[in-house]
Nanobody
Framework: QVQLVESGGGSVQAGGSLRLSCAAS????????MDWYRRAPGKDRDLVAR????????NYTKAVEGRFTISRDRAKKTVYLQMDSLNPEDTASYYC?????????WGQGTQVTVSS
C-alpha cells in the first residue's frame, strides 16, 4: 500500500508563489504517472498537471500552463508542484495521485488559498 502525503499549501496573495510536495511511502514505488489535481469550492476535482514517470514528459491543464511546474525527486519518491503567479482562481484543495497503471492512490490534500 502506497501512502501519499501532501504538504506546502497555505495562504498567499495574488502574484505570489507556493511549492507543493507529495511524498510517497510504503510498498515499492513504481508509478506510471504522478498527477496533481485540485478541487475548487463547489466544483469537480480536475487534473492540473501530470508527470510521466519513465519518460519525464509533463502535461498541464491550460489554466496553469506557464505558471505551474511539476517535477520530481526520484530518490526521495517525491513530486513537486511549483506554483507561480497565483491568482484567486487557483484557490482549491490540491491532491496528489499516483497512477500505477492498475490502480490509483490519493493523498489527503492540501489547501491553497489565494487572496486578491
Amino acid at each position: 500500500q502506497v501512502q501519499l502525503v501532501e504538504s506546502g499549501g497555505g495562504s498567499v496573495q495574488a502574484g505570489g508563489s507556493l511549492r507543493l510536495s507529495c511524498a510517497a511511502s510504503g510498498r515499492t514505488f513504481n508509478p506510471f504517472a504522478m498527477d496533481w489535481y485540485r478541487r475548487a469550492p463547489g466544483k469537480d476535482r480536475d487534473l492540473v498537471a501530470r508527470f510521466m514517470w519513465i519518460t519525464g514528459n509533463t502535461n498541464y491543464t491550460k489554466a496553469v500552463e506557464g505558471r505551474f511546474t511539476i517535477s520530481r525527486d526520484r530518490a526521495k519518491k517525491t513530486v513537486y508542484l511549483q506554483m507561480d503567479s497565483l491568482n484567486p482562481e487557483d484557490t482549491a484543495s490540491y491532491y496528489c495521485r499516483e497512477d500505477d497503471a492498475v490502480r490509483d492512490y490519493w493523498g489527503q490534500g492540501t489547501q491553497v488559498t489565494v487572496s486578491s
